[in-house]
């Protein structure tokens, strides 16, 4: 069964709506859990929310992050702060031990397709609101295996990065992930530059067609015999007013994040493992979410100074002498 970062929060969501004791649902940011995106009331309580963490992509499965927060009202002069928070721990009890022991379908199946993992933390919670709200947020982790196989891409044209063992030009590898934004079936723009150009077409000068991919620039490293060389990576997608489609926009991107970095690992680029995709949420002219993460590739670079753009160097020239020759450049400049 392929599980999907939406099919994950049903699970959340499945469980919320069988407990006897919790009464609404949600997920999103931190600032938007007394926020009932159906009613646009504030939710009834108590209340499941999830707050989507990092994902991250190892060498033969996923592993999803999440902080679940069960939250209830504590009254204005703390009179019911022990109950609440004796409660809510209970109920944060309730889902783990669900995940654990859920062995048929009866109770949800859960463990026998994701497992999460023993030790996590529960942090107490306490935030004024219009309501005084608190509770615990379990930090759990959530493993799915991953295979890696180009065969199932959504990409057209069977289309794969080129099988170059060497470093050709820095260009040459942008012009691969165009090419890979292009042939994909859902991405629908690409762009490359600074976070700040993100929602703008360089070539169009309006927002770009979404679901975008968008690569930033990182840090380049030099090593003996190859070349590391690092982008900050975006998917993104718009995101309802109302936030309706925030479930679908943050797993379908993610799902394009999954492909991105399959096609990247079978190819000689040498994508590196333990990549930590961040949940990413932006508001500019639209609302646009999506995942943000670091791809570290790898190329072979043999540094040869037999192929490099420069003349022989005259010896023996002194800083007079150099700068004189360049003040002879300068002078072939202004006669252009």
């Known amino acids: ?34 926020n009932d995106i159906q009613t646009k009331t504030e939710p009834r309580y108590t209340r499941m929310y999830v707050v989507p963490d990092t994902v991250e992509l190892n060498q033969n499965q996923i592993n999803y992050n999440y902080n679940v927060i069960i939250m209830d009202i504590i009254e204005d002069d703390l009179s019911n702060l022990e109950e609440v928070m004796s409660d809510t721990l209970a109920i944060v009890q309730d889902i783990w031990t669900v995940f654990w022991q859920s062995y048929n379908a009866n109770d949800g199946d859960f463990s026998n397709i994701i497992v999460g993992e023993w030790g996590p933390n529960v942090q107490p919670f306490q935030e004024r609101f219009q309501t005084i709200l608190g509770g615990w947020t379990l930090q759990i982790k959530m493993s799915a ?143 646009i979410g999506g995942w943000s993460f670091p791809l570290n590739l790898q190329q072979k670079f043999d540094y040869n100074r037999c192929v490099l753009p420069i003349l022989p160097f005259d010896t023996g020239l002194t800083w007079k002498e150099v700068s004189q020759l360049w003040k002879d450049i300068n002078k072939e400049w202004r006669n252009v």
């Not at 042939?183 to 690409?190: A, G």
Request: aromatic residues 16%; negative net charge.
């Open 1 to 34: 069964m392929n599980i999907n970062y939406k099919q994950i929060l049903t699970y959340f969501s499945s469980i919320a709506y069988h407990h006897e004791q919790i009464r609404s649902f949600g997920f999103g940011d931190l600032t938007q859990c007394t």
């Open 145 to 287: 295996p991953f295979d890696y196989n180009s065969c199932v891409l959504p990409i057209a044209d069977e289309y794969q990065f080129p099988q170059d063992e060497s470093y050709s030009s820095y260009q040459q590898i942008l012009e691969d992930f165009k090419n890979f934004a292009y042939y994909h079936e859902q991405i629908n723009s690409w762009g490359f530059g600074d976070y700040t150009q993100l929602t703008n077409d360089v070539i169009t000068n309006k927002e770009p067609q979404y679901p975008r991919l968008y690569f930033v620039p990182n840090t380049t490293r030099f090593d003996e015999n190859h070349m590391h060389i690092q982008y900050q990576v975006i998917v993104c997608d718009k995101i309802e007013e109302d936030l309706s489609n925030q479930a679908e926009v943050m797993s379908d991107t993610l799902e394009i994040c999954k492909d991105l970095f399959a096609l990247t690992y079978l190819s000689d680029y040498d994508a590196e493992f333990n990549s930590s995709l961040e949940p990413w949420l932006e508001r500019t002219q639209t609302v």
